[in-house]
């Protein structure tokens, strides 16, 4: 894996453009001034104290429909390799790392970090399409204490363990998880087929899933619902169950969680 600094950054997603190795690579930064979110939201990254990077890869033994497969390999990965450095620095009572789909991690009801997967689809001539790239921007809450008020829930693997972490050695554990994961991934499917291992993929996605199972209280387009996350599709869309209905499948623009 190539690893590569830049002092500072507007966007980690956007500035990896002006990179081009077919191997997969990283860029990271410890000042990001404008990281973007999913749709038009934003990260605030707190300068000098915060990791942002993003992971460049070359997925061609996935199809385009099959690309969340990629997203839910390398979430699950980052879930456990904080989950992992967590422990190592907690004493009994070590918190829970989940999953938030669509693309946050939380620790409790607290956000460690967010996700971003921005896929690029390339070549399609008579509906035929190859996905030629994925670049997975990560931002990381790492030794921050304090945050703005206007964010509504954040914490740190400071605020958490109460220890100042080395942000360079936490790129290179989270650049190795997710190079596993990766390499795992096309080595998985190319043995057991795709089908096989999305089922694989997906149990432990489910299982790490914040909320999953659980009663609770949504919006769903605009309206509130009471239901329970029971799946997700292979398109990444999640499945509400919900009393005397039938289950609802819901992209990213049509529900939110009520907190």
């Given amino acids: 894996m190539k ?7 507007l966007s980690t997603n956007t500035s990896i453009a002006h990179y081009d190795f077919i191997e997969p690579f990283i860029l990271y930064t410890f000042r990001q001034t404008a990281g973007k979110g999913m749709g038009t939201n934003s990260w ?3 300068h000098g104290k915060n990791i942002a990077l993003s992971l460049c890869l070359h997925p061609a033994f996935l199809k385009p429909e099959e ?10 990965a980052l879930r456990n390799a904080l989950q992992t450095l967590i422990c190592n620095y907690t004493a009994a009572n070590t918190p829970q790392v ?10 409790d009801d607290k956000k460690l970090a967010g996700i971003l ?6 070549g399609c001539n008579n509906e035929l399409c190859s996905f030629s790239k994925s670049i997975t921007g990560i931002g990381l809450n790492v030794n ?3 945050f703005p008020l206007s964010l509504p829930n954040p914490t740190s693997l400071y605020i958490i363990t109460k220890r100042k972490f080395c942000k360079k050695n936490i790129v290179h554990t989270i650049g190795s998880a997710l190079e596993n994961a990766y390499n795992n991934l096309a080595e998985g499917i190319a043995k057991n087929g795709y089908e096989y291992v999305w089922n694989e993929c997906k149990k432990e996605y489910l299982s790490s ?15 509130p619902i009471t239901g329970k996350i029971v799946n997700v599709d292979n398109f ?10 039938e289950p609802l499948v819901c992209d990213i623009k049509d529900v939110k969680f009520f907190e």
């Fill in 3 to 9: 690893y590569i600094y830049r002092f500072s950054a």
């Fill in 44 to 46: 605030f990254t707190g």
């Fill in 67 to 76: 690309q969340f497969l990629l997203n839910i390999a390398l979430s699950s």
């Fill in 98 to 107: 989940s999953l938030k789909w669509p693309n946050d991690i939380y620790v």
């Fill in 117 to 122: 997967f921005e896929n690029k689809i390339s």
């Fill in 144 to 146: 921050q204490k304090k």
């Fill in 209 to 223: 899933l914040l909320y999953y199972g659980k009663e609770r209280n949504f919006i769903y387009k605009d309206k």
């Fill in 236 to 245: 990444g869309r999640l499945i509400i169950s919900v009393k005397d209905s």
